[in-house]
């Protein structure tokens, strides 16, 4: 029998239900000279949702807005919509999200139903825990590998630092846009 209450059987992705504001948040991102730094402010909406099955594949979630700007700004700088998934019957956390600038991505890993760090991993040409991007950043700033890792800090707080690793043109290595924050709970 399927339960109903999505709370309490969300294992390590419980905490992250609510809504929260993280006010000093950067990036390192590609430009033509350097990298560059950006500075950002985050305001994440994680609501449960009701629980979906796959036949016997059981998934509780979030559903998940983030929606970013510049410090003083209201322009958004980035911008996101998904689901943060929690399957019990395999120990897996999965994040699932679009972003408008064309990228699709399922991110997952493996923890415990009490982790309070985690981290989940997808790679460009994977069946399961992969990267699709449209034609233009396929060619120009291709998503090879993503690195997300999750820490709650407490009731009211918790880290994340992003690692898309970039594959473009006329550059040998890999460039590694990162992202970071530490976000404080507003409500729920």
């Not at 994040?95 to 600038?101: A, D, K």
């Not at 594959?167 to 530490?182: Q, S, V």
Request: aromatic share 10%.
């Amino acid at each position: 029998a399927i339960d109903v209450d999505t709370l309490a059987n969300l294992g390590p992705l419980r905490p992250l239900a609510g809504v929260w504001v993280g006010v000093k948040g950067f990036d390192i991102n590609p430009d033509a000279d350097a990298p560059r730094r950006q500075d950002y402010v985050e305001h994440i909406q994680l609501q449960p949702i009701d629980p979906q099955s796959n036949g016997p594949q059981l998934l509780y979630g979030l559903r998940y807005h983030a929606h970013i700007v510049k410090p003083g700004e209201v322009e958004t700088y980035h911008d996101q919509v998904g689901y943060w998934l929690w399957d019990p019957g395999e120990g897996q956390v999965l994040r699932c999200f679009i972003v408008p600038r064309g990228v699709a991505l399922i991110a997952g890993g493996t923890a415990a139903p009490a982790a309070t760090t985690f981290t989940l991993v997808a790679d460009a040409g994977s069946d399961t825990y992969g990267i699709c991007s449209n034609r233009f950043l396929d060619k120009e700033f291709k998503t090879v590998r993503y690195e997300l890792t999750v820490t709650v800090l407490d009731r009211n707080r918790f880290h994340y630092k992003e690692d898309t690793q970039l594959r473009m043109p006329g550059r040998p290595d890999l460039f590694h846009h990162t992202d970071e924050n530490t976000l404080t709970r507003v409500m729920g």
